[in-house]
């Protein structure tokens, strides 16, 4: 069991720095390509990037969360793992031949696409680097270290390429390639390196019917959750134009942002709680379970509340003045951060082990229709800040949704969280940071020292307070850096 902590702990620690750079990437990046391409080449991107999502999640059908937790369950049985991961990637490698028939069609029969037919296409690369690079195989075998290290290079790689190769607005199709080969580029990687894990030479007889079932629950899973995370991005490209999308999308990219880094726990824990449910070690299941919680509740609430008071300063770093309207929409979206770590852990670490999926799929369909009415109902008059709102109660309502289903399993864990000790820390840090506004300072010093006094206090405060989670985390530090001495 020693040996499994140790090993959570460095999945933990590799999946951290695959997040930090995924929080790092779109902000380098973005605050020099905003500039030159301005909002409109910007919303030609991200409208693309939602339209090519809907694609993508046709052609995964499910397998991103479906894939990890079946090839956490047989990871044991070499001739079984061999079998299974073949299965699932030659459903994969069908779906994706069939999405890309959907996207040629459409792209030539539907007006609003056939506008930046060229710019679909190349976004469209990331649907078949997702089904070659096969990260459900990588993440259900704990392989964390492998895909961060190949992640981050592709990254910095698209990052180099932008400050060479971008200089003016017409360049935005550049910037949709780089930005797929630094979502997507490792795929390529992945897949020359997965005959080192998993053999690609037919292992008897394929049985694809035992995947269907709980692949289109997760596929309608998918589809529903994707709906009200991008359908805002889309309807706003419709509705409103690409300026909108935007000044829309530099407060969603923070958001993302901060999203990947709050739920970086769960995508480690989501292949470790499968295979404690499937060995019926329900103690360590819900051990960590409880762990997950509380540590995603002190670490969202302060970046929510940061980002919130230091809205506009963040707007202006990342983006510019020509995005200064995305401030409101950002104060508005920020909360989802907290709900999104909280369902994640609640629906992907404790509902789908236990696989119970289709509660998940019941709340995010739930979730996609609020989205859909508000905005539909919004942003016809207020745009961005009416698609912000939709997608915060959406998220608010998946939350609502999954805490009812799952109360008796969670409520000691929440009545259990120092609530009064964040909030006594919260204040402390805001009355030491926000001084940092009123000086004139510019965006990046204000952002840069404002931060470092916010979250110092936060965290001491916490420390002094003895919450656990605060001090495993100094342990942690303190253990590593000790090694390294």
Not at 21 to 27: C, E, Q, R
Not at 87 to 114: D, G, H, K, P, W
Not at 362 to 386: E, T, W
């Amino acid at each position: 069991m020693k040996q499994n902590q140790v090993s959570l702990k460095k999945n933990f620690m590799m999946n951290a720095i695959l997040t930090l750079s995924s929080l790092l990437f779109p902000l380098i990046s973005f605050q020099y390509v905003s500039r030159i391409i301005l909002p409109v080449g910007t919303g030609k991107v991200d409208f693309a990037t939602s339209i090519i999502v809907y694609f993508n999640i046709i052609a995964q059908l499910g397998m991103p969360l479906y894939g990890v937790r079946a090839i956490a369950k047989v990871r044991d049985d070499k001739e079984e793992l061999n079998r299974v991961a073949q299965e699932l990637f030659l459903i994969n490698i069908v779906m994706t031949i069939f999405s890309y028939i959907v996207l040629f069609i459409m792209a030539f029969a539907v007006t609003r696409f056939q506008q930046e037919r060229t710019l679909l296409f190349i976004m469209s690369a990331s649907i078949l680097l997702s089904a070659i690079g096969m990260e459900w195989l990588y993440k259900g075998l704990e392989k964390y270290s492998f895909i961060t290290l190949f992640s981050v290079l592709f990254k910095i790689i698209a990052l180099i390429g932008m400050y060479l190769l971008i200089h003016v607005k017409e360049d935005y199709l550049i910037y949709g390639a780089l930005s797929v080969l630094a979502s997507s580029g490792a795929g390529i990687i992945n897949f020359l390196h997965a005959r080192k894990l998993i053999s690609f030479k037919k292992v008897g007889k394929y049985n694809f019917k035992r995947h269907l079932s709980a692949i289109g629950i997760f596929f309608a899973m998918a589809c529903a959750t994707q709906i009200y995370t991008h359908l805002d991005t889309v309807m706003l490209g419709f509705m409103k134009g690409d300026e909108e999308v935007g000044i829309y999308n530099a407060a969603v990219k923070i958001k993302i942002a901060l999203v990947s880094l709050v739920t970086s726990l769960s995508a480690v824990l989501l292949p470790r709680s499968s295979y404690y449910v499937d060995h019926e070690m329900l103690d360590e299941f819900k051990r960590i379970s409880s762990k997950a919680l509380n540590f995603v509740v002190l670490l969202s609430i302060p970046l929510t509340v940061y980002f919130i008071i230091f809205a506009k300063e963040s707007i202006l770093f990342l983006s510019g003045d020509k995005y200064i309207n995305g401030v409101i929409p950002m104060q508005i979206i920020m909360p989802t951060v907290i709900c999104i770590g909280l369902t994640n852990i609640m629906g992907i670490q404790i509902l789908v082990p236990l696989n119970k999926e289709k509660t998940v799929l019941f709340s995010v369909l739930a979730g996609s229709i609020i989205d859909l009415f508000i905005n539909l109902l919004l942003i016809p008059g207020y745009g961005a800040v009416g698609a912000a709102l939709g997608t915060l109660i959406a998220e608010i309502a998946v939350f609502v949704w999954q805490f009812i289903v799952l109360k008796e399993d969670v409520i000691e864990t929440f009545k259990k969280i120092p609530v009064v000790t964040i909030l006594v820390a919260l204040l402390i840090a805001i009355a030491i940071s926000i001084w940092t506004k009123f000086l004139g300072w510019g965006s990046f010093k204000t952002l840069l020292v404002s931060a470092l006094l916010y979250y110092v206090a936060y965290y001491v405060t916490l420390l002094m307070a003895k919450v656990p989670i605060a001090i495993e985390m100094k342990d942690i530090v303190l253990s590593r850096f000790g090694k390294k001495k």
